[in-house]
């Protein structure tokens, strides 16, 4: 796709780079191109796109992709997304003192801003896969940028008695540890599934397997077109009928 449509990958890299500074601004009523203002952002942006398609034999995607450069490289990304998180939920607090909602939105979307616009990403490559929506089946990243958000919004509004520099500290340290040993292990097991595992049974319920066999029930007594089984025989018949076949096999 990078051969046939430079331009529709160069944007896709652009968004990429940026959504969540683009997600972020249409939020707080910004102009959403303002970032690409930043000249310099822009083209080294452009630069890693074009070596990263275009460099000969992919040597630039080689020596990325090499395990302990990109685990070094994931550990700066997280270090980037913590504190997106935290001047997306202070940039939001400076508008809307009281909107707490706006505040873990906004700190939510700096954090995982492409993984919410992937959709719309899909749709510059030509591709149409609602089913893979971020929000319906949310990856590492995206909890844990909801989460933080959380965190730094009871922060900022003196609900959380931590200093926001140690706030951003641990949580940093967590994302690096995480997404570290996730890429080093190949692991897609969050780990928050064992704690969400025991909460939201407890908030949200479970799927029942009653329920599921009653509707199937239900949909199968919908459908089925046979008739009714014959009822069933008393003893006193049975009896009877035993009786007369004993009769007529004597005759």
Partial sequence: MSHRSPVASWFCAMLHCF??????????????????????SVLLASAVWYLIFFCPMNLFYKCVSFLPVKLIFVAMKEVVRVRKIAVGVHHA??????????????????????????????????VWKPETNEILHMSFPTKASLYGA????????????????????????????????MTATHSHTSPFSPIEGFICPVFFGSVS????????DNSESSHDTSPPPAPAKSKEELNEGTRKRKAKKAE
């Fill in 150 to 181: 959380i965190l730094f919004t009871l922060q900022q509004t003196h609900w959380l008695p931590i200093a926001k520099a140690n706030l951003i500290f641990f949580f940093t340290m967590f994302m690096i540890v995480c997404k570290v040993f």
């Fill in 93 to 126: 607090h400076h508008h809307y003192h009281h909107g707490w909602f706006i505040m873990v939105v906004t700190g939510w979307v700096k954090g995982s801003g492409i993984a919410l616009v992937s959709n719309f990403e899909q749709l510059l490559r030509g």
């Fill in 209 to 216: 397997s009653g329920h599921n066999n009653h509707d199937y």
């Fill in 19 to 40: 959504g969540s500074y683009i997600l972020a601004d249409l939020l707080l009523g910004n102009a959403p191109i303002d970032y690409f203002s930043n000249n310099s």
